[in-house]
């Protein structure tokens, strides 16, 4: 419903950017990945790390021990590649990172599994691979299908999310760690949620809501008030001491 509100932009960091240079179509790290474990010819770890250092190695959010400067380079390995998320920074170690992502257990392998006539070691493996020769899907690309599916799934509902913070790392009543809390805090973005939320007004009621509910605290508006339901609100948060900044009249 259009209340003719004036919005002001919250300035906030848009994660696309990450997003984008996790999974850009060839030039995304999981392509680069997927990549280097296709290619012919011998495949490392650290191929994969030189890889990405000549494909996104000038993101502004990615940074490896060779492309980092003096005092970054202290603190990463040469192994090592740090992506600069919106809530701080996270390495990562590429050592495993093609043995994990081709995950390679032979066909007959899953065959004999799936004889078993343990039910919980069935369902692990279950017969949904199609019968073909070709090599199968790397982790990350089934990865990659599944949070599609589960996006799709989201987008078209109206989810609602509960953010659970836990306020101690034991488990244990009674007891509120500030940094560990400030860190959750942190990372879930729920600093900038909050600023969005207050910046979007999320208390809205008809005028005539509004002044009935609350004309007793102003005398100008109590007991009856013979104006306009509008101008009623105007007067009765005037007398309250709101700034036009606290809040905004629609329509």
Request: net charge positive.
């Amino acid at each position: 419903m259009c209340v003719s509100v004036q919005w002001e932009p919250v300035p906030y960091f848009n994660n696309k950017i990450i997003c984008d240079l996790v999974e850009a179509k060839h030039q995304g790290i999981i392509s680069l990945l997927d990549e280097e474990c296709l290619r012919p010819g011998e495949a490392t770890d650290l191929t994969f790390l030189e890889k990405m250092e000549e494909e996104i190695g000038d993101h502004p959010h990615f940074v490896t021990h060779k492309l980092a400067n003096p005092k970054t380079r202290k603190t990463l390995e040469r192994g090592d590649f740090r992506l600069l998320h919106y809530a701080g920074e996270v390495t990562y170690c590429v050592v495993g990172f093609l043995d994990k992502n081709n995950d390679l257990l032979y066909r007959t392998g899953k065959e004999v599994m799936r004889q078993s006539s343990n039910a919980v070691i069935k369902l692990c493996f279950p017969d949904t691979e199609p019968d073909t020769k070709r090599r199968p899907e790397t982790v990350v690309t089934q990865f990659k299908v599944s949070l599609v599916g589960l996006t799709e799934i989201l987008m078209s509902k109206e989810p609602w999310y509960v953010r659970c913070i836990k306020p101690n790392e034991s488990k244990q009543p009674g007891r509120f760690d500030d940094v560990l809390v400030r860190h959750q805090v942190k990372y879930l973005g729920l600093m900038e949620h909050l600023r969005v939320r207050r910046a979007g007004f999320a208390y809205r009621r008809k005028f005539e809501i509004f002044l009935q509910r609350y004309k007793a605290l102003c005398p100008e508006t109590w007991p009856n008030w013979r104006g306009s339901a509008g101008e009623g609100v105007r007067r009765l948060v005037r007398h309250l001491g709101y700034t036009p900044d606290d809040y905004k009249m629609g329509r």
